[in-house]
């Protein structure tokens, strides 16, 4: 039985990447309506964050993935790609992050309202 909430929207998701275009341990810069965003691969569970770093504009999808932790490839920043959250500056600011849902073989991210 669906479940209702009063005022909720559901969210509306497109499909930005397959399945296989990321192998664990890697990123994939996507499009995402006019958002830049950056997929990555944790262990076979994918997560969508920012592309662009707060700190300067460094290129997130160019870093490095270890494990859950995101490193920019321009001045080393450090982020949890599964919460956003700044693990080493000089980024001040937590990115962005984004539902995702894999339907098939397609990666679907939820559309920022
Ligand atoms: S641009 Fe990412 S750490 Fe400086």
């Known amino acids: 039985?669906?479940?209702?909430?009063?005022?909720?929207?559901?969210?509306?998701?497109?499909?930005?990447?397959?399945?296989?275009?990321l192998a664990p341990g890697e990123l994939l810069g996507a499009r995402l309506t006019g958002h830049a965003?950056?997929?990555?691969?944790?262990d076979g569970r994918f997560y969508a964050v920012a592309a662009t770093c707060p700190h300067l504009g460094g290129p997130l999808?160019?870093?490095?993935?270890?494990?859950?932790?995101?490193?920019?490839?321009?001045?080393m920043a450090q982020f949890n790609v599964r919460t956003g959250c700044v693990l080493r500056g000089?980024?001040?600011?937590?990115?962005?992050?984004?539902?995702?849902?894999?339907?098939?073989?397609?990666?679907?991210v939820a559309v920022p309202e």
């Open 1 to 21: 039985m669906a479940e209702f909430v009063a005022g909720a929207k559901p969210a509306r998701f497109v499909t930005v990447a397959r399945v296989d275009d």
């Open 37 to 42: 965003i950056c997929l990555a691969n944790v």
């Open 61 to 75: 999808a160019q870093g490095e993935l270890e494990g859950s932790v995101l490193t920019c490839p321009w001045h």
């Open 90 to 108: 000089p980024a001040r600011t937590d990115l962005a992050t984004y539902e995702v849902r894999v339907v098939g073989d397609e990666i679907r």
